[in-house]
């Protein structure tokens, strides 16, 4: 894209569970289970294949549980530098 050209995204799979599209739960609250739900996948993968996740931004109200996550699969986290625009926070994983 060039210039200020506005980005225009097309949905894949509508998320029928959110509010927003006629479900019964908040839409915060179904991107929170969606995203630790595939972060798990993604952390039970790594860690059969003995590697580390690569480093990723994570929304802050979901941190607490994202260490829960990873020290599930063996791992630790560290926190880095906040995105103050977003309030998404660096995070990074270890062995534990």
């Known amino acids: 894209m060039a210039g200020n050209e506005e980005a ?3 949905m894949v799979m509508p998320i029928v569970l959110a ?3 006629g479900g019964p739960y908040d839409d915060a609250a ?3 289970g969606m995203t630790c739900g595939a972060l798990d996948q993604e952390l039970k993968m790594t860690a059969v294949l003995n590697t580390l996740p690569n480093m990723r931004y994570i ?3 979901l941190l607490k549980q994202v260490d ?3 020290m599930k699969h063996g791992y630790v986290t560290e ?3 906040v995105d103050e625009d ?3 926070q660096v995070v990074t994983f270890d062995w534990a």
Do not use: C, F, M, Q
Request: charged share 30%.
């Open 19 to 21: 509010k927003t599209n």
């Open 8 to 10: 225009e995204y097309e």
């Open 68 to 70: 829960l996550i990873a």
């Open 86 to 88: 977003s309030g998404w």
């Open 59 to 61: 929304d802050r109200p």
């Open 30 to 32: 179904v991107v929170a």
């Open 79 to 81: 926190h880095g530098d």
